[in-house]
């Protein structure tokens, strides 16, 4: 995805234009404002409608929303044999579940998994045939982590569980999951790196996956995906 990026300048815009646009077909008369508080915010139809016509070519192709089927798969460790638990975390899971199901993703989420068995979750997901019929994807991973990659619920000085990043990015590449190729693949790692604190709190959850969410909601009825990371 990153180089898809890089050489077309292209964005994605994961629910303001698409949703909008989306609505239009549909029901020329359907109100694009979600109207319920903590959904994602969508544009008017004046403005889906401006920025397709300045930049249909800069912009990811979305799929018709009665046929697509977009998959999202989040990943978190909150348990360990040794490493301390992340309290806090099941609320992250929670509101990373809602936003992505009100983005239009269903949602599949797995706990407590070792380096090994997140590696077969991701090979299998990378293999799911609804990505055939879907426009892009987000995977979420949320765990303690190191430099080199994202502890696994065994990790221990003496047992090096970890699922390395370039992994991931591996198992995501066209060769071994075909069916998004070209299509956007958004990953999230909330984990911290080496020396380098994530803050979470026990009962809010992690700052960043809060953060994460609350300017999804607010900006994708104006910004693309880059964009909103960047704020």
Not at 117 to 141: C, G, I, N, Q, Y
Request: aromatic share 6%; charged share 25%.
């Amino acid at each position: 995805m990153a180089d898809k990026v890089l050489k077309e300048k292209r964005q994605l815009f994961i629910r303001s234009t698409g949703e909008a646009s989306q609505a239009m077909q549909d029901n020329p008369a359907m109100p694009t404002s979600s109207g319920s508080k903590g959904n994602v915010k969508l544009c008017s139809q004046e403005e889906a409608q401006r920025i397709w016509k300045e930049k249909p070519a800069e912009i990811y192709p979305i799929m018709v929303k009665s046929s697509r089927t977009r998959l999202a798969l989040i990943i978190c460790n909150e348990e360990f044999d040794t490493l301390s638990r992340r309290t806090g975390a099941e609320v992250d899971i929670t509101g990373m579940t809602m936003l992505l199901q009100n983005l239009g993703y269903r949602v599949d989420v797995r706990k407590n998994l070792t380096a090994s068995e997140m590696t077969t979750e991701l090979v299998a997901f990378a293999h799911r045939p609804e990505h055939k019929t879907s426009d892009s994807t987000f995977l979420v991973f949320m765990s303690h982590g190191i430099q080199e990659g994202i502890c696994g619920k065994k990790y221990s000085e003496q047992v090096p569980d970890v699922l390395q990043l370039n992994a991931i990015f591996t198992m995501l590449n066209t060769r071994n999951c075909p069916s998004l190729k070209d299509k956007p693949k958004v990953i999230i790692i909330q984990a911290c790196r080496g020396d380098n604190v994530s803050w979470r709190h026990p009962t809010k959850g992690s700052v960043f996956i809060i953060r994460l969410i609350e300017h999804i909601q607010e900006y994708a009825c104006s910004c693309d995906v880059e964009e909103i990371f960047r704020k």
